[in-house]
């Protein structure tokens, strides 16, 4: 999946990250079903937001997952992207650790899921049509890492890049905790809420970029992946045409904009 160059190794920590890629959906019922809902969610697809729990939650609440186990040799062990997603998540935690801990808080790490297809969530149900986002009924991120070929086609390639997505979705985490997450369906609050995920992104690269884990200008693929997950750029690219007024997430213009807050201040208040 990915083939990284930058050098991970300089991070030591490990993020918890439960692999379920050995179990595919073996058939979903009850609520609008799998199609209605791959189709009802087709824009989340290609967004790297959270579920919007107002106009997604009531459908995934009534639909159940059943799974069945397949190949579970091809991810014995702990693979190369396992291990990737676990550094880049232990690395988000050490952070995350920090700034609480400057605020006399205490920090709940994450789990990160991987699967493949669809899987269970708290927040009644995952599955790869919405691609990778946060259930903070049980404070887990789900990740199909195949949204990564999609990612891919819109200008967003590289293991930095995938990183970044996995930050965003900490972020939320981190919103969760705090208090900010606007679970309001508004689309004013649900682009800001996604533009601060963004920048708490940003504040991660910034941990990292004194450690010798980034090649000279390697950090644009993460730029590009911001960008690349803009409303008007999904737009454009999957319907030929822009309209604002339908956006979630912001233009690739904000979300570049926000990771780059984060990434040159270093400063939690530059995002909130």
């Known amino acids: 999946m990915i083939g990284c160059m930058a050098d991970w190794s300089k991070i030591l920590s490990r993020g918890n990250v439960e692999d379920r890629r050995s179990f595919s959906p073996a058939s979903i019922g009850g609520g609008i079903g799998f199609t209605g809902l791959a189709l009802f969610l087709l824009f989340n697809y290609l967004t790297t937001g959270q579920i919007n ?3 997604v939650l009531t459908g995934l609440e009534q639909t159940q997952v059943s799974t069945q186990q397949f190949d579970t040799s091809a991810f014995e062990g702990a693979d190369t ?5 676990s550094t880049v998540l232990g690395s988000t935690n050490d952070m995350w650790r920090d700034v609480f801990a400057k605020q006399n808080e205490t920090y709940t790490e994450p789990s990160l899921v991987l699967f ?3 899987t269970e969530s708290a927040c009644g149900g995952a599955d790869s049509s919405y691609g990778p986002h946060y259930c903070p009924d049980d404070q887990k991120i789900y990740l199909d890492e195949t949204f990564f070929d999609e990612l891919s086609k819109l200008g967003g390639a590289g293991d930095v890049a995938q990183a970044y997505v996995i930050a965003h979705e900490v972020g ?9 997450l606007d679970e309001n369906s508004t689309q004013e609050n649900s682009i800001a809420t996604e533009l ?19 090649v000279p ?8 992946a911001a960008a690349a997950v803009g409303d008007d750029r999904i737009q454009s690219t999957y319907e030929g045409r822009v309209n604002p007024e ?3 997430h912001g233009s690739s213009e904000q979300r570049v904009g926000a990771f780059n807050k984060g990434f040159e201040t270093g400063a939690l208040s530059a995002c909130l």
Do not use: M, P
Not at 81 to 85: H, L, R
Not at 172 to 180: D, I, M, R, S, W
Not at 206 to 213: L, W
């Open 53 to 55: 729990v107002n106009d």
């Open 81 to 85: 992207y396992e291990v990737f997603a």
């Open 116 to 118: 493949r297809g669809a």
């Open 172 to 180: 939320h985490h981190v919103q969760n905790q705090l208090g900010l």
């Open 196 to 214: 601060q995920a963004d920048c708490f992104a940003g504040l991660w690269a910034y941990s990292i970029r004194d450690k010798g884990v980034f």
């Open 217 to 224: 200008g390697e950090i644009k693929e993460a730029l590009d």
């Open 246 to 248: 339908t956006w979630t």
